[in-house]
């Protein structure tokens, strides 16, 4: 196993009195992949953006590299530069062209040079498919083609890991599978990433662990074989059931 | 043709006292924008608080500057300031202070609107691209509301200037009293010139404001 990139110990957090994520543990190590599912409310974004910093939290310790993630803290824009993160709105700058989007945080945040950044940029469009979108602008994008950018857009700043947030989930069907072969390129590539996503099958494909959130707490932590196959919970077993349909006539 | 009256505008300095009418109603709309502008964009991002008190002391003075009929503004400014206080202001002065305090809550109002138009998702992924909240600011939110905020603020000036015609009721020497007192002057040799005056006049405000419009609806178009 390789080491220790992001642990996350006793994660609580609240919404006032209500428990949104209780007591949650766990670790991921470099170059793995993880996908956390369950059903809505469940706590999986939020958990993401606990991660992230984008929620206060009420107890516990996260850490990446064994730099501990504080909401609200002074450093936490070069922790943030660690992790990058894609969510399911797109939120592209609508102000900005695709390549000034990807642009702009490598250039602010980081202080590259900007021929640096946008040879990469242009390589990493390239590879997603959309070089020739570099000067189009986000309202001029399908919602699969935003998406990409956003993933190149995240890329960019050379993060050490991912975070997916159900990032198809307000995508028609046929531009699901364009995102999806992206991450599935970057899975490939060996790149860490905390995914949370209803897409079922493609869950199986890519994850190396299934993390099974209910009720604000992890219920089943498996390999996706043994999740899919025989999960060891019946809670499991009723959600993934959810996507099984039978024949409703007979033949 | 009728005898429309347009002679009286060749009469003598006529068109050039009216030219100088027209800068004196829009000096004071642009002393008042300008004024406006920074003044509004502050009240715009106080009306922007939480804070239960701030938030209904703005709101009643906006509604009340929007329900008042601006003529009675500048009545109370202009009579009011001298009968109540002794204080002794110039038409133009207190033109330009009810243009303020109107332009103010104008221009606060549109601030607060472009402000909360931008979504929490823009400060969200900013953070998440490690963009510190004043980067987040200058590069992402600032750009976007000024945008926003561009196209409306150039029509709250036509407005302005439009409404400057109410100023020559407090005695201030703007287009459209020079335009009176051309055809008060004219009444014997010219009868008609009425028509043919205030046609002008129309012209001369459409001159102004139909391209500052143009520019709004281009702008609001390039950047929609």
């Known amino acids: ?251 | 043709m009728p005898d429309l009256g347009l002679d009286v505008l060749f009469k003598g300095k006529n068109m050039i006292r009216l030219l100088g009418g027209l800068w004196v109603a829009v000096k004071i709309s642009l002393i008042s924008v300008a004024i406006s502008i920074p003044l509004g964009i502050l009240l715009g991002i106080v009306m922007t608080s939480k804070n239960p008190i701030i938030k209904a002391v703005t709101r009643v003075y906006l509604e009340f500057i929007r329900i008042m009929p601006q003529l009675v503004l500048l009545f109370i400014v202009f009579f009011g300031s001298t009968s109540a206080f002794g204080i002794n202001i110039s038409g133009e002065l207190a033109s330009v202070i009810v243009f303020t305090v109107w332009g103010t809550a104008e221009m606060g109002d549109l601030v607060r609107g472009a402000l909360i138009s931008i979504p929490k998702h823009q400060y969200e992924s900013s953070a998440a691209l490690a963009l510190t909240p004043a980067k987040t600011y200058i590069y992402v939110i600032i750009p976007q509301t000024v945008r926003r905020l561009i196209p409306l603020s150039i029509n709250l000036i036509t407005r302005m200037i439009k409404t400057t015609s109410l100023i020559l009721m407090i005695g201030v020497v703007e287009v459209l009293k020079v335009a009176q007192q051309i055809i008060e002057a004219n009444r014997m040799s010219s009868p008609n010139a009425a028509f043919g005056v205030y046609l002008t006049v129309l012209l001369m405000y459409f001159i102004i404001c139909w391209p500052i419009s143009m520019l709004a609806k281009r702008l609001e178009k390039k950047w929609g």
């Open chain 1, 1 to 251: 196993m390789n080491e220790e990139l992001l642990k996350v110990e006793h994660l609580t957090k609240k919404f006032e009195d209500n428990v949104v994520l209780d007591d949650i543990s766990f670790t991921v190590h470099k170059g793995e992949v993880i996908v956390i599912v369950g059903p809505s409310g469940c706590g999986k974004s939020t958990m993401l953006r606990c991660i992230n910093a984008l929620e206060p939290v009420q107890g516990g310790r996260i850490t990446i590299d064994g730099d501990e993630i504080v909401y609200g803290s002074k450093n936490l824009s070069s922790l943030r530069q660690k992790i990058g993160m894609v969510f399911q709105s797109y939120d592209l700058f609508p102000h900005l062209n695709v390549l000034d989007n990807i642009l702009l945080a490598p250039m602010k945040a980081q202080k590259r040079k900007k021929d640096e950044v946008a040879k990469e940029a242009v390589e990493l469009l390239e590879r997603v498919g959309l070089r020739d979108k570099a000067k189009s602008f986000p309202r001029q994008l399908s919602g699969g083609q935003k998406q990409r950018v956003a993933i190149v857009r995240a890329l960019c700043m050379h993060p050490e890991m991912m975070l997916f947030d159900e990032v198809t989930a307000a995508l028609d069907p046929e531009m699901v599978r364009e995102v999806l072969d992206v991450i599935l390129g970057l899975a490939k590539g060996g790149m860490t990433m905390i995914i949370v996503t209803h897409e079922m099958q493609f869950a199986r494909a890519v994850a190396d662990r299934v993390l099974f959130l209910e009720n604000g707490s992890i219920i089943e932590d498996s390999e996706p074989d043994t999740f899919f196959e025989s999960p060891k919970t019946e809670r499991a077993k009723e959600f993934l059931n959810i996507f099984n349909f039978e024949r409703s006539k007979e033949k």
